[in-house]
């Protein structure tokens, strides 16, 4: 039976750059994700007798949340909904699920590496059929609705039970509960070479991989200690709990301080790893050899050839603006193209659905490929695994080995969390101001090339992005750059990225942050850091 419910709009449910994202308390207000989920039903046209697949990292409140859509999706006219077991798929799962079975678009409810709990954070993201997040256009769309939306619109109908695989009417709909990590591992097989990864764990490599407690933990479990006979052990905090075990689940020096420091000591693994809070992000670091972010989308795009998905080479690069530009001299190197691209994985839907590019990164540990349509953790951990299986060398060997051949690009990003919204816009305000007469400016020994706020326009469908990030870029190659993240809940985060390229072998070897200190202090300088947020230093540094 369906039933319509009268409701009013609640304000601020703009999608940011992977969806809405607020404090769980928000989202349990009475009718505040119902509103949000009509929304994107009612933004939708042609989906009667389509198939919708849904599932989420496995936080607090992610399994009532599921009912609501399902409930919600049934009343739009889906024909199937394809939920994973418990309500668990992976983000990378979910778009490999909608592409194997030609789905309509799937939700995926995550606040992704954000704390999770009934203090900490929830989310909700639209992805197409591609199994991307969805364009603009389509957010665009979803939120002018979230204004308007008058009513809710609900099959009635008890909760599904979603530990049971199988499938349940809802409605005139089936909703199909499914194993969250087979398929995904059957694309896995397909990538690269587990019999040459099960050989190296065979020959005594030693890995630790930290699910954080976070959705990964099945996958890893059953990809790594299972397929590929990883010593039982090596995954830890493998079950995933809807506050992540208390940990914050980002995978970065701070909040993954412990595997750092295992890494680093003389009897550590020969690979630490982790994943995220949806999976979607990684964190690579060999014995005594933190890899960042940036310099791994580019080691992986040098060496991807290595395994047998991608045997006939990569089509092309792309990456997040704020990204170092190692990966640039990766694609001058190979003749292939580069492409530099707005923060958020969307953006590289479109290149990778036109065959222009095959390997796409962000700064912000995100990597993936053109086997699906997000950023996947685990697939950048298995890729670095194929390559060690492949080169029998060490983590550090090879990149040094890399930095030895294309130069290195000393890199850090600085995060100003939950600042004040008004001090960080008054900021970024001041800073386009001036950017006209940055041009030519002299600090030191570094000189003002270029100065602008960053806009995208995409080569395949035409489209353009405006004030993307404040990029100020220096003759010798450097690079400051200023960006306020769509990815928080409170107040206002506000990143700066630092980059400097540096040629010679023989200064490869600098601590970062005394390679970029000059560089960290005219980002103060010239961004009036402390004046604007009351901030002398950041709250993390990556």
Known sequence: MIKTVPTTPFEGQKPGTSGLRKKVSVFQQPRYLDNFVQAIMDSLEGTAGQTLV?????????????????????????????????????????????????????????????????????GIKYNIGNGGPAPEKITDAIHARTL???????????????????????????????????????????????????????????????????????????????????????????????????????????????????????????????????????????????????????????????????????????????????????????????????????????????????????????????????KDGLWAVLLWLDILATRRQSVAEIVREHWATYGRNYYSRHDYEEVEAAGANAMVTELRAKLPGLKGQRFGGLEIADADDFAYHDPVDGSDSRNQGIRILFTEGSRLIFRLSGTGTAGATLRVYVDRYVADAAQHGLDTQEALSDLIALSHEIGGIERHTGRKTPSVIT
């Open 54 to 122: 849904l599932g989420g990292d496995g936080r607090f409140y992610n399994r009532e949340a599921i009912q609501i859509v399902i409930r919600m999706a049934a009343a739009k006219g889906f024909g199937r909904i394809v939920v994973g077991r418990g309500g668990i798929l992976s983000t990378p799962a979910a778009s490999n699920t909608i592409r194997k079975l030609g789905a309509y678009g799937g939700v995926i409810l995550s606040a992704s590496h954000n704390p999770g709990g009934p203090d900490g954070d929830f």
């Open 148 to 374: 308007t939306v008058d009513r809710l619109v609900y099959v009635d109908t008890p909760d599904i039970d979603l530990n049971a695989l199988g499938d349940f009417p809802v409605g005139e709909a089936i909703v199909s509960v499914i194993d969250p990590v087979a398929d995904y591992q059957v694309l896995m097989e397909s990538l690269f070479d587990f019999d040459r990864i099960r050989a190296l764990f065979a020959s005594g490599f030693r890995m630790r991989f930290d699910a954080m407690s976070a959705v990964t933990g099945p996958y890893a479990t059953a990809i790594l200690e299972g397929a590929l006979g990883a010593a039982p052990g090596t995954v830890i905090n493998g079950t995933p709990l809807p506050d992540f075990g208390g940990h914050h689940p980002d995978p970065n020096l701070v909040h993954a301080k412990d595997l750092y420091d295992l890494a680093m000591s003389p009897d550590g693994p020969d690979l630490c790893a982790a994943s995220d809070g949806d999976g979607d992000r990684n964190l690579i670091i060999g014995k005594g050899q933190f890899v960042t972010p940036s310099d791994s989308v580019a080691i992986l795009a040098a060496n991807a050839h290595l395994a047998k998905g991608y045997a006939g080479g990569i089509a092309g690069v792309a990456r997040s603006m704020p990204t170092s530009a190692a990966a640039d001299r990766v694609a001058k190197a190979k003749g292939i193209a580069i492409y530099e691209t707005p923060t958020g994985w969307k953006f590289f839907g479109n290149l990778l659905d036109a065959g222009l590019v095959t390997i796409c990164g962000e700064e912000s540990a995100g990597t993936g490929s053109d086997h699906v349509r997000e």
